[in-house]
């Protein structure tokens, strides 16, 4: 059974930083690219991050500089490091993991991020 738990979300205040992390059970990790993806109240979902086995990153524009994705594939995590958050970074933020040759998808279920004073 494949799981992906993210943990780390919370209340922050404008400028703060909080670091987000997905633990993945039940796959090969590291034959995973990684991303993470953020859906705000009443918008689509929308796509942060990606990491690839290659150790690629790239980045939204709305992020670039703040954000960082890494992994570390001997505890099968992936993180993403927020800096200077914005209330407009208050979203739900979900990791994804995606086997690039046999196109499969993984989902985890989301942590919620609030940024406010």
């Known amino acids: 059974q494949v799981q992906l738990v993210e943990s780390g979300g919370g209340l922050v205040q404008p400028g703060g930083s909080l670091r987000l992390s997905c633990a993945a059970s039940?796959?090969?990790?590291?034959?995973?690219?990684l991303g993470w993806y953020r859906q705000a109240p009443g918008k689509e979902r929308e796509w942060v991050a990606t990491?690839?086995?290659?150790?690629?990153?790239v980045y939204a524009d709305s992020v670039k500089g703040r954000f960082t994705i890494s992994r570390d594939n001997a505890k099968n995590t992936v993180y993403l490091q927020m800096n200077s958050l914005k209330p407009e970074d208050t979203a739900i933020y979900s990791c994804?993991?995606?086997?690039?040759?046999?196109?499969?998808?993984?989902w985890g279920q989301g942590t919620q991020v609030t940024v406010s004073s």
């Open positions: 994804h993991a995606h086997h690039p040759s046999f196109r499969v998808d993984y």
């Open positions: 039940g796959i090969i990790f590291r034959l995973y690219t």
């Open positions: 990491l690839t086995t290659g150790s690629t990153t």
